[in-house]
């Protein structure tokens, strides 16, 4: 098994351009969900999924859209870049649509806007 | 709003020694709790977790400790390696579908 795979590990934007995260597991996972991390602020929780069709928000939502039209993927756009948003990413998946089991977490997408 | 957090921005330790990771958290209504280790540049990595039914657990070389009247959780790790040396999170889920990360300690081992 690959994991939690993403791409790319690197982006460099400029203010206002869009672009998607990819993300997908090969567990099987009904449960994905995307974070993001900024320095001394832990992991927040942006989107997540408990399965195909199924996207809810997490803490910070604004400035993203997420949808899951296969258990295997579930990427994460940017509508309009913006230097808040200038972060890494991390993608996660596990077995327990609940929140109460082990995630899973991809490599991270270290993104840059300008 | 309620949340997570951590005593200790930064953990010094020898190697050889033991590490205790100190975690406070706020609601009281969340029954399960998890460690990750973070190494620079990587994806957190799970350590262990523990649910509210249980007061302690152990793995190998961690140990998990959960004291639900003073709402604080602690991970010990016994004979700190240098491969110990990373960012620690707690992590508990605060609702359904939901987990909430504290900051992290950042922890370094020294020779």
């Known amino acids: 098994n690959a994991g939690v795979t993403q791409t790319p590990k690197f982006q460099v934007l400029k203010t206002g351009q869009s672009m998607t995260l990819q993300c997908a597991q090969d567990?099987?996972?009904?449960?994905m969900s995307w974070y993001r991390q900024d320095p001394g602020m832990g992991l927040r929780l942006i989107h997540y999924?408990?399965?195909?069709?199924?996207?809810d928000q997490g803490e910070v939502p604004n400035g993203y859209n997420v949808s899951r039209s296969t258990t295997e993927d579930f990427p994460l756009r940017l509508l309009s870049a913006a230097p808040s948003q200038t972060s890494v990413y991390f993608c996660a998946s596990s077995y327990s649509t609940s929140g109460d089991d082990e995630q899973y977490f991809g490599p991270g997408t270290r993104l840059t806007v300008t | 709003g309620e949340s997570v957090g951590l005593h200790l921005p930064t953990l010094s330790v020898q190697e050889g020694d033991n590490s205790i990771i100190n975690c406070a958290y706020s609601n009281s209504a969340s029954d399960y709790f998890i460690w990750y280790k973070q190494e620079s540049g990587k994806g957190p990595q799970f350590i262990i977790d523990?649910?509210?039914?249980?007061d302690k657990r152990q793995g190998q070389r961690v140990t998990v400790l959960l004291n639900k009247t003073v709402k604080h959780l602690s991970l010990q790790i016994a004979a700190t390696q240098p491969g110990d040396s990373a960012v620690y999170f707690c992590?508990?889920?605060?609702?359904?579908?939901?987990?909430?990360f504290g900051a992290g300690t950042q922890v370094v081992v020294t020779p």
């Open positions: 567990m099987n996972h009904e449960y």
């Open positions: 523990i649910r509210s039914n249980m």
């Open positions: 992590a508990e889920n605060s609702s359904w579908g939901k987990l909430q």
């Open positions: 999924s408990v399965g195909a069709g199924i996207t």
